[in-house]
């Protein structure tokens, strides 16, 4: 079962989050969560629409990755703000799997943030509670990701931690006004014995 220890973090600006897996009883806020963090992300593969996911969808969703082996959606969640309140989901990150054998030990982060959540630490946080996790499960190997050159923010945030470029696809995303963009594949490697020379091993030594 893919999950983590449930902790408490405090990012730039001193605010605390509870950092957590995801469950299935949080697909409310995960979706309210996806529908502001798309809102202002051009640079993500999803559309807006298709980030408004169904509840009972992203429901089975969570709960599916729950059950996993090597799949995992982590939430940064901000307390209620009055009390009897809910909690707000303010960060979420996933890693993302494929059912091959072949290329079961990858996985591909995917992550985001409220647009009032941004360069505050968090997105660092979640990528490193990630590969932690990657590193105590047996099956992953190799941590990938894309990203588009254009997403300044996030490829700092992912060099910073120490992901190093692999390829850049070259017309890797179409977007709906018809252009084509490259995308930078980047990996970080979780086991040791395994990367290529020049390539990361989580943790960094
Ligand atoms: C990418 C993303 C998840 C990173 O999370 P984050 O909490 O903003 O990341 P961090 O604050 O940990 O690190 C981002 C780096 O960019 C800097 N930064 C400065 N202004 C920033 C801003 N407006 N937004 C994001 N990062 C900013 C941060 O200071 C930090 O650099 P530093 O460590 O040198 O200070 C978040 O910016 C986001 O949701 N973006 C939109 C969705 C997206 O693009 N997802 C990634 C797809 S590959």
């Known amino acids: ?23 299935p009883e949080d697909a409310e806020a995960v979706v309210a969560h996806l529908r502001r963090m798309s809102a202002d992300a051009p ?11 169904p509840l009972e969808e992203e429901r089975r969703l969570l709960n ?16 209620a703000e009055a009390p009897g309140g809910r909690p707000e989901v303010k960060a979420m990150a996933i890693f993302m799997t494929a059912s091959r054998r072949k290329i079961a030990h990858t996985v591909e982060v995917g992550m985001g943030a ?16 990630l590969l932690d996790f990657a590193v105590t499960c047996p099956v992953i190997t190799k941590v ?3 990203v ?19 390829a850049r696809i070259q017309r890797s995303a179409l977007e709906t ?6 995308m930078i594949q980047m ?19």
Not at 64 to 79: G, K, P, Q, V, Y
Not at 177 to 182: A, F, P
């Open 114 to 129: 409220d647009p009032d959540m941004r360069g505050m630490g968090i997105g660092r946080v979640m990528l490193e509670a």
């Open 43 to 53: 640079w993500i593969l999803r559309t807006p629409e298709e980030c408004d996911f």
């Open 148 to 166: 588009y050159p254009a997403n300044v923010y996030a490829h700092r945030l992912y060099s910073a931690v120490g992901f190093v470029e692999e």
């Open 1 to 23: 079962m893919a999950s983590i220890q449930p902790r408490r973090i405090t990012i730039k600006g001193g605010s605390s989050l509870l950092l957590r897996t995801a469950l």
């Open 187 to 205: 990996a970080m490697y979780v086991k040791p014995g395994i990367a290529p020379e020049g390539y990361p091993t989580w943790p960094l030594s």
């Open 177 to 182: 006004d018809g252009t084509y963009h490259d």
């Open 144 to 146: 990938m990701l894309k």
């Open 64 to 79: 599916d990755w729950l059950f996993h082996e090597s799949a995992i959606a982590l939430i940064a969640e901000r307390d």
